[in-house]
């Protein structure tokens, strides 16, 4: 039985905790939250104990725990954990900076702690087939990832919030690290950017673009891949994949064919591989060096705009 912790019980904590109450060979020793209400909610729904005090959740030794607190709070809260020596599941993006970042990649290292990342569109069924179907002859990809204004997301833009999904699933589904990347962005409801447009060049020549907002009033999340034998349309919110032959000159047509939809909870799968590499001391499967690499990708486009 392996034994957890929650800390940070808000829209995505409470999805977290769900998972986790439902997994075979897991228990949930706790969770941890400043708000009490949350914790009462917790209580009420799963039975577990909550506590205020983050020191009182990490005495009960969980062998794991995930992070799901505002991305300010990433850095403090991540380094308390891996200075119990607590495997460590952090939401995105792994922290607000790129310096944050790498100190807690660092610190995970020297403690010898495993630390994970939540780009959980890796375990979105409809990016697994995706990347099945590009193959080694991919040639652009561009991706869209916007919605309405989420007002409980005060800390950070649209580039780390929304953004920091798609950099991640570039470069895993490219294969490849970032070599060019620009953006421009605006910010014309609250403090922080809410629409950018990402341009870059990978390092094996892919091109790839990205365009996030929070000024559309239905949220959409769309990939398509350009490739030498193929065009591939993922939905990621339908979990859908269209895939299309190339333009037939003879015939002066080209397929369609829709794959099968194999709709799956994907927060069960991400935690389902996170608990399996604590428990079998393996890497897992989304690392601190992946979500350090999204981060300097954020730096790089706001230093270069
Ligand atoms: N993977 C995804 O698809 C996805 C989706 C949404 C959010 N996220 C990430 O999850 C994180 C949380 O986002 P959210 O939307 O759940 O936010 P939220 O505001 O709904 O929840 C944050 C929770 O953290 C609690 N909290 C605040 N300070 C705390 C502290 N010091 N210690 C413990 N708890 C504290 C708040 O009371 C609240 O319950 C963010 O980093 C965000 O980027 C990821």
């Known amino acids: 039985m392996q034994k957890v912790g929650v800390i940070g019980l808000g829209s995505m904590g409470k999805v977290h905790l769900r998972n986790y109450c439902e997994m075979p060979d897991v228990q949930v020793v706790g969770v941890m939250d400043v708000a009490q209400a949350n914790l009462d909610d917790a209580k009420k729904r799963f039975g577990v104990p909550g506590f205020t005090h983050l020191p009182d959740l990490l005495k009960l030794k969980p062998d794991a725990v995930s992070i799901s607190v505002p991305t300010v709070l990433h850095y403090e809260v991540a380094l308390e954990v891996i200075e119990h020596g607590v495997a460590l599941l952090v939401e995105k993006p792994l922290a607000a900076t790129a310096e944050q970042g790498w100190r807690l990649v660092e610190a995970a290292k020297a403690k010898g702690v495993p630390l994970m990342v939540g780009h959980i569109e890796r375990?979105?069924?409809a990016i697994q087939r995706m990347k099945e179907l590009i193959g080694d002859d991919l040639i652009s990809l561009s991706i869209e990832r916007v919605g309405?204004?989420?007002?409980?997301?005060?800390?950070?833009?649209v580039i780390r919030d929304l953004g920091s999904h798609d950099i991640d699933l570039i470069r895993h589904l490219t294969g490849s690290n970032f070599e060019t990347v620009s953006g421009v962005f605006s910010a014309s409801l609250g403090k922080h950017e809410d629409s950018?447009?990402?341009?870059?060049?990978?390092?094996?020549?892919?091109?790839a673009h990205i365009t996030t907002n929070w000024v559309t009033p239905f949220r959409s999340r769309k990939v398509t891949a350009s490739c030498k034998s193929r065009f591939v349309e993922a939905d990621l919110m339908t979990q859908q994949v269209r895939e299309y032959g190339m333009f037939a000159?003879?015939?002066?047509?080209?397929?369609?064919?829709?794959?099968?939809?194999?709709?799956?909870?994907?927060?069960?799968?991400?935690?389902?591989?996170?608990?399996?590499?604590?428990?079998?001391k393996t890497r897992p499967p989304i690392t601190g060096e992946d979500g350090l690499a999204v981060l300097k990708v954020i730096?790089?486009?706001?230093?270069?705009a």
């Open 123 to 125: 375990f979105n069924p």
């Open 148 to 157: 309405p204004y989420p007002v409980r997301i005060q800390d950070v833009g």
């Open 196 to 207: 950018a447009l990402i341009t870059a060049k990978m390092e094996n020549g892919v091109l």
């Open 249 to 280: 000159e003879s015939e002066k047509n080209y397929t369609v064919r829709d794959w099968p939809v194999m709709r799956r909870e994907q927060m069960r799968e991400e935690l389902t591989a996170f608990l399996a590499a604590v428990r079998d």
């Open 299 to 304: 730096e790089r486009i706001f230093e270069g």
